[in-house]
Structures are given as structure tokens and as C-alpha cells.
């Protein structure tokens, strides 16, 4: 299995930036496509962006285009997500998660989910 835990989550203005970070367990973690999804308040989960085992991003939301980046280090067991000029509507709970069933833009398709961390961004 694989164990997944995310921290970085917090308090932001509009405009600042949060790194939030995904540690994995196991020494497979190289093989995993991992994502990175949020849930607003009163809103579905939505897809942000997915990047795969030789480190390709394989998606990206429009409106997070140009703000967020998603990287791994494989040797770390880590994924990361950069967030740059946030605004107050990229406010949410974030999750990563790991599949190797798919191409991981689609929550379906993972098997292993971390248990979220807060991001909120004030006006």
C-alpha cells in the first residue's frame, strides 16, 4: 500500500503563495502518477493537476494555469505543489493522491488518498 500525507495547507492573503507537499510511503513511489485535487466548501472535488512517474505534468485546471506547478522528487518520496498568486476562489481543501490505473485526471482513477490540507485565501 501506499501511505500519502500532505502538509503546507494555511492562511494566505490574495496574492501570496503556499508550497504544499505530498510525502509517500514505499519505494515504489516512482512507478505512481500522483494528483493533486480540491474541494471548496458546498462544491464538488475538482481536478487540479497530475503529474507522472518520469515527472510530466499530464493535466492542469485552466484557471490554476500559470499559478500552480506540480513537481515530484522521486528520490524524496515526495510531490509537491507551488500555488503563486492565489486568489480567494482557489480557496479549498487539497489532496494528493496516487494511482497507477490511468492517465489521473479523474478521481476514479486513484487508489490512495491522502487526508487533505487547508488552503484559504483572504481578500
Known amino acids: 500500500q501506499v501511505q500519502l500525507v500532505e502538509s503546507g495547507g494555511g492562511l494566505v492573503q490574495a496574492g501570496g503563495s503556499l508550497r504544499l507537499s505530498c510525502a509517500a510511503s514505499?519505494?515504489?513511489?516512482?512507478?505512481?502518477?500522483m494528483g493533486w485535487f480540491r474541494q471548496a466548501p458546498g462544491k464538488e472535488r475538482e481536478f487540479v493537476t497530475a503529474?507522472?512517474?518520469?515527472?510530466?505534468?499530464?493535466g492542469i485546471l485552466d484557471s490554476v494555469k500559470g499559478r500552480f506547478t506540480i513537481s515530484r522528487s522521486n528520490a524524496e518520496n515526495t510531490v509537491y505543489l507551488q500555488m503563486n498568486a492565489l486568489k480567494p476562489e482557489d480557496t479549498a481543501v487539497y489532496s494528493c493522491?496516487?494511482?497507477?490505473?490511468?492517465?489521473?485526471?479523474?478521481?476514479?482513477?486513484?487508489?490512495?488518498w491522502g487526508q487533505g490540507t487547508q488552503v484559504t485565501v483572504s481578500s
Open positions: 493522491a496516487a494511482t497507477q490505473r490511468g492517465s489521473g485526471l479523474a478521481p476514479n482513477e486513484y487508489d490512495y
Open positions: 514505499g519505494r515504489t513511489f516512482s512507478s505512481y502518477t
Open positions: 503529474i507522472n512517474w518520469r515527472g510530466r505534468t499530464t
